[in-house]
């Protein structure tokens, strides 16, 4: 499998490289930090999950302490490294809230080439695609994923949609309004999406968002109708069966569905 790598992916795959790692869980990534001559602190933090202050030619990274789930404990401390790598003779501080770890709709931002760097870092395309290759989508596959590369099943999923096996259509919803889509390249239909909008009422993520119902273990994957979440071509088009696995952080107020076809 080729596949094409964004500049920030790019920088990712070098820097494995200069640690010599093929593996990115070799190494914690506070000591991978120290090795690429940064500095590396946990603290706790004020609403913010990580931060990377750089004068002259020293960088300090902090995580916040707080963070209990060490998976995103992880991908904070690789985002922050992203901006280590891509960014820190172009701006001296940069301030991470849990908004900036999600921000992956404005292609070419800081935030979205930081997120891309860690998650390439995290899970290398070719090691992820080799994990997917032959197993057929459901829930399991990212969980076996969020396991083996040590994240949070947001960024399996997130990876999955760009260098997985299966098309799927991914949609985040914060507080119950959607706010970005993505869908793999050989996804084709057309999303009822409006940004700040509730999500369709025929969805999992609106059901969930609103309260309605909650979903656990094997009831994680719902079945859905196409036309809950696409635009059918017209009204003869018949209607057919998708899934919705949508997970939910009450923490934070999110929803994050992927849906595909049965
Ligand atoms: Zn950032």
């Not at 602190?41 to 030619?57: A, H, M, N, Q, Y």
């Amino acid at each position: 499998m080729t596949f094409s790598y964004s500049a920030a992916e790019i920088k990712a795959k070098q820097v494995l490289d200069d640690c010599g790692l093929t593996e990115p869980n070799e190494l914690t990534i506070p000591n991978i930090i120290l090795g690429r001559k940064a500095f590396y602190e946990e603290l706790p933090l004020e609403g913010k999950e990580g931060e990377i202050v750089s004068v002259d030619d020293r960088s300090i990274i902090t995580v916040n302490s707080n963070i209990q789930y060490e998976p995103k404990k992880r991908f904070a401390a690789a985002h922050e490294l992203g901006h280590y790598e891509l960014h820190r003779s172009l701006k001296p501080i940069f301030s991470d809230t849990d908004e900036s770890l999600m921000n992956w709709y404005k292609t070419g931002s800081h935030e979205t080439e930081a997120n891309e760097f860690a998650a390439e870092f995290l899970m290398p395309s070719e090691l992820f695609y080799k994990e997917c290759k032959g197993k057929k989508f459901e829930p399991k596959v990212i969980d076996h994923l969020a396991s083996r590369f040590e994240v949070s099943k947001t960024a399996a999923i997130l990876k999955f949609v760009k260098r997985g096996n299966h098309p799927v259509f991914v949609v985040y919803c914060k507080n119950n309004k959607m706010k970005w889509y993505k869908r793999s390249h050989d996804f084709y239909y057309q999303p009822l999406f409006q940004y700040n909008v509730n999500p369709p009422s025929g969805s999992v993520a609106y059901e969930i968002a609103s309260g309605k119902k909650a979903y656990f273990g094997d009831e994680a994957r719902q079945e859905i109708w196409k036309s809950d979440w696409f635009v059918m071509r017209d009204d003869d088009e018949a209607d057919t069966k998708f899934y919705e696995y949508c997970m939910h952080s009450p923490t934070y107020g999110y929803t994050l569905s992927v849906v595909w076809e049965r």
